[in-house]
């Protein structure tokens, strides 16, 4: 999930530590990172982080990968033609994908309908756009990476909340140390920032935890964030809708936007 600007995490991360100590300073080589770590290990622990959390923290090491990528994004700059062929393939083949997930499971698609009015049309689209239905969740521990951009100058400020929260994640068992996602901490079947993971995560499956590892669990988030961010039950979310606005929560580019909307128009 690529545009997730999780304000009230930073506000109160940063309420916690303004006036009591500075921020952990910012780097941009792998030369200050375990200074940066020790720092940084103090802001969290004032953040609530326990033990587990920080010992995660500084066993986490430097992602050379996770900056590799971060300097080469240029964003999504295909025409919507272009980006369906890339990565659907094409949108009847991809809708025919959703369509046999959906009727896999079809009470539990309907269970998330009835409670936050998003169709699985949608939530599906959502999980074969963003992990190939979870074959693909990233190979990079999510501290690792996580901690990484939070420590690199360049946005910082946007990433220590998501690091904090990933740690808080570790204290509570939803995160295990060592569990891999994307480049920059992106977790699960749908690939959610960790702040976002911590405010807006369900259990899908009813065993009593979440787990975005789990496809029951990441989907029932899924359709949570949503409809906290503004979906609308039982309205239409085709282009210039309400709920297509909502989709620019998910994901900035308009492509992925339409091509989500295209996609579940066809599953119906």
Same mark, same amino acid.
């Given at each position: 999930?690529?545009?997730?600007?999780?304000?009230?995490?930073?506000?109160?991360?940063?309420?916690?530590?303004?006036?009591?100590?500075?921020?952990?300073?910012?780097?941009?080589?792998?030369?200050?990172? $375990?200074?940066?770590?020790?720092? @940084?290990?103090?802001?969290? %622990? /004032?953040? &609530? =982080?326990?033990?587990?959390?920080?010992? +995660?923290?500084?066993?986490?090491?430097?992602?050379?990968?996770?900056?590799?990528?971060?300097?080469?994004?240029?964003?999504?700059?295909?025409?919507?033609?272009?980006?369906?062929?890339?990565?659907?393939?094409?949108?009847?083949?991809?809708?025919?994908?959703?369509?046999?997930?959906? $009727?896999?499971?079809?009470?539990? @698609?309907?269970?998330?309908? %009835? /409670?936050? &009015? =998003?169709?699985?049309?949608?939530?599906? +689209?959502?999980?074969?756009?963003?992990?190939?239905?979870?074959?693909?969740?990233?190979?990079?521990?999510?501290?690792?990476?996580?901690?990484?951009?939070?420590?690199?100058?360049?946005?910082?400020?946007?990433?220590?909340?998501?690091?904090?929260?990933?740690?808080?994640?570790?204290?509570?068992?939803?995160?295990?140390?060592?569990?891999?996602?994307?480049?920059?901490?992106?977790?699960?079947?749908?690939?959610?920032?960790?702040?976002?993971?911590?405010?807006?995560?369900?259990?899908?499956?009813?065993?009593?935890?979440?787990?975005?590892?789990?496809?029951?669990?990441?989907?029932?988030?899924?359709?949570?964030?949503?409809?906290?961010?503004?979906?609308?039950?039982?309205?239409?979310?085709?282009?210039?809708?309400?709920?297509?606005?909502?989709?620019?929560?998910?994901?900035?580019?308009?492509?992925?936007?339409?091509?989500?909307?295209?996609?579940?128009?066809?599953?119906?």
């Amino acid at each position: 999930m690529r545009r997730t600007f999780l304000k009230f995490l930073a506000a109160a991360t940063l309420s916690l530590s303004a006036g009591s100590a500075m921020a952990a300073t910012c780097g941009n080589s792998a030369a200050g990172f $375990d200074a940066w770590k020790r720092e @940084f290990a103090a802001e969290a %622990q /004032r953040a &609530g =982080v326990g033990q587990r959390g920080i010992d +995660a923290l500084m066993s986490a090491p430097y992602s050379s990968y996770t900056i590799k990528v971060d300097r080469s994004q240029k964003g999504v700059k295909y025409p919507l033609d272009e980006f369906i062929r890339i990565r659907l393939g094409s949108l009847d083949g991809f809708a025919a994908q959703v369509r046999k997930r959906r $009727d896999q499971n079809p009470q539990f @698609f309907r269970s998330l309908e %009835q /409670r936050y &009015g =998003v169709p699985a049309g949608i939530l599906l +689209a959502i999980h074969g756009m963003e992990t190939g239905f979870g074959r693909t969740m990233g190979n990079v521990p999510v501290v690792s990476s996580i901690t990484t951009v939070a420590y690199d100058c360049r946005r910082s400020s946007f990433f220590t909340p998501h690091a904090i929260a990933a740690l808080q994640m570790v204290d509570r068992g939803m995160l295990s140390p060592s569990q891999q996602g994307a480049a920059h901490g992106e977790l699960g079947h749908t690939q959610f920032l960790p702040g976002n993971a911590l405010r807006y995560g369900v259990d899908g499956n009813g065993d009593g935890r979440v787990d975005f590892y789990n496809q029951f669990d990441a989907l029932a988030s899924t359709a949570n964030f949503l409809r906290q961010k503004g979906w609308q039950p039982g309205q239409p979310f085709s282009e210039g809708t309400a709920n297509f606005r909502v989709l620019n929560e998910w994901n900035a580019a308009t492509v992925y936007q339409q091509a989500i909307s295209l996609v579940a128009q066809r599953v119906g």
